[in-house]
């Protein structure tokens, strides 16, 4: 993509746009959060297509990955 078109088009690219940065709920003390859908009260890009995110997450990213990965009846084994 070229760089001036890479934000148009990177959303129909990918299923999870998420942006970590500090939030201000309003209380004067800004805390760490992902923000994960739009349109949302601070303007960052953010898309979920999966639709398991809440619009703000814990900024803990293997508790991200987990919740947007499907839990499956079995574990995954290799076979030789």
């Not at 303007?43 to 919740?67: M, T, V, Y």
């Not at 947007?68 to 076979?79: A, D, E, H």
């Amino acid at each position: 993509m070229e760089g001036g078109k890479t934000s148009r088009q990177l959303s129909g690219t990918v299923d999870q746009i998420v942006c970590m940065n500090w939030i201000d709920f309003g209380d004067g003390k800004p805390a760490r959060a992902f923000v994960c859908s739009n349109p949302n009260a601070w303007n960052f890009p953010a898309k979920d297509r999966s639709g398991r995110l809440e619009q703000i997450e814990k900024p803990h990213l293997g508790e991200l990955i987990a919740k947007l990965i499907p839990v499956t009846g079995s574990p995954v084994t290799k076979t030789a």
